[in-house]
C-alpha cells in the first residue's frame, strides 16, 4: 500500500467519521417520526461555533464543548417543541419543509449574533502529526475515530440495554404497536432530537480543529450526511456508519487522485448514482407488497 493512498485513506476516515455521525442524526428522527430533517447540518454548525466561541470567552475547553453539547441538544429540542410538535400528523413533505425553514432561522440567528468569520477551535492535544507507514495522522484525527468508535458503541450499548433504547427501536419499527404498549412516543420523538443534535454537535466540534467552522457550515456538512444516511441506507445505523465512512474516503480519493475540485460534488453524483440502481441504500429495509 502507497503511503500516498494511506495519506488519502486517512484523511477520508477522519471526514467520514463526521458525516456518520450526522447520519446517525438523520436515522434516528427518521425511524421515530418519518421525517428527513435537514436541520441537521445546523447542529454541527452550532456545536462547532459555541465551542469556538465559549472558548474564546475564557471557558476551559473541555467545559466549552461540554456546554456546546448541551446548547446544540436544547436547540434540538426547541426544533422538536416549536416547529415538529405543533405540525402534529401533517404530510411528511410539510414537515420536512418546516425543518428546512428551522434550519434557515438558525443559521440566521448565528451569523447575526456570531458574525460570518470562519473560526477554528484549538486541537485537543497539539498538532505534531504521527508517522504511519510513511503517511502522516495528526492527532485531532486520532480525536475523531476514537470518539467515534466510542459514541457507536455507547448508542448500540443504549438500544439495546436500557428500556428507554429499546422503546426507542419499538417505535421505529411500529409507532401505534409502540403507544398500545404504553411507550409516550411524543418523549421518544422530543428525546430523537435531542440525541440527533448533541450527535451533530459532537462532530462539528471535532472537525473544528481541523476544517475550521463558520455559521454556513452546517449547509455542506448536512448535506453530506443526508447522503451518508441514503448510501447506508435511510433508518439503518449499521447503513449510516457504513455510508459515512464509505462517501468520506470516497471524497478524499476523488480529491487525491482527480482533482480537489471534484470533490463536493462526488457525494451528489454518489447519491444520484445510488438512487438509480439501490435506492433503499446498502442497508436499507425491503419492503414487501401483498397482492
Given amino acids: 500500500m502507497s503511503s500516498e493512498f494511506l495519506q488519502f485513506l486517512f484523511s477520508g476516515i477522519t471526514q467520514g467519521s463526521t458525516y456518520a455521525l450526522a447520519a446517525l442524526g438523520f436515522a434516528m428522527i427518521y425511524n421515530s417520526s418519518g421525517v428527513i430533517n435537514f436541520a441537521q447540518g445546523e447542529f454541527i454548525m452550532v456545536g462547532g461555533m459555541a465551542a469556538v466561541f465559549l472558548a474564546q470567552i475564557g471557558i476551559p475547553l473541555w467545559l466549552a464543548i461540554l456546554l456546546a453539547i448541551v446548547i446544540a441538544a436544547a436547540v434540538g429540542i426547541l426544533i422538536e417543541k416549536l416547529a415538529i410538535e405543533p405540525a402534529g400528523k401533517g404530510e411528511v413533505v410539510n414537515l420536512i419543509i418546516i425543518t428546512i425553514g428551522a434550519s434557515l432561522v438558525v443559521r440566521g440567528l448565528v451569523e447575526v449574533y456570531l458574525g460570518k468569520g470562519n473560526h477554528i477551535l484549538p486541537s485537543f492535544s497539539g498538532d505534531a502529526p504521527f508517522s504511519i507507514l510513511g503517511a502522516t495522522i495528526l492527532p485531532q484525527s486520532l480525536w475523531v475515530l476514537g470518539v467515534t468508535v466510542l459514541i457507536v458503541s455507547a448508542l448500540g450499548w443504549f438500544f439495546n440495554r436500557t428500556r428507554l433504547g429499546k422503546a426507542m427501536l419499538a417505535t421505529s419499527h411500529d409507532k401505534l404497536a ?4 404504553g411507550i409516550n412516543t411524543k418523549l421518544i420523538l422530543l428525546l430523537s432530537f435531542a440525541l440527533a443534535a448533541m450527535l451533530g454537535a459532537v462532530g462539528g466540534i471535532l472537525i473544528a480543529p481541523i476544517s475550521t467552522t463558520s455559521y454556513d457550515v452546517g449547509i455542506m456538512l448536512g448535506l453530506k450526511g443526508f447522503v451518508a444516511a441514503t448510501l447506508g441506507g435511510l433508518g439503518s445505523g449499521a447503513g449510516a456508519i457504513v455510508g459515512g ?13 482527480i482533482s480537489s475540485a471534484y470533490k463536493d460534488a462526488m457525494p451528489f453524483v454518489l447519491i444520484l448514482f445510488l438512487l438509480f440502481f439501490m435506492p433503499r441504500g446498502l442497508f436499507g429495509a425491503k419492503v414487501t407488497e401483498r397482492v
Fill in 178 to 181: 409502540a403507544q398500545l404498549v
Fill in 245 to 257: 465512512l464509505l462517501l468520506g474516503v470516497a471524497e478524499a480519493m476523488t480529491a487525491g487522485y
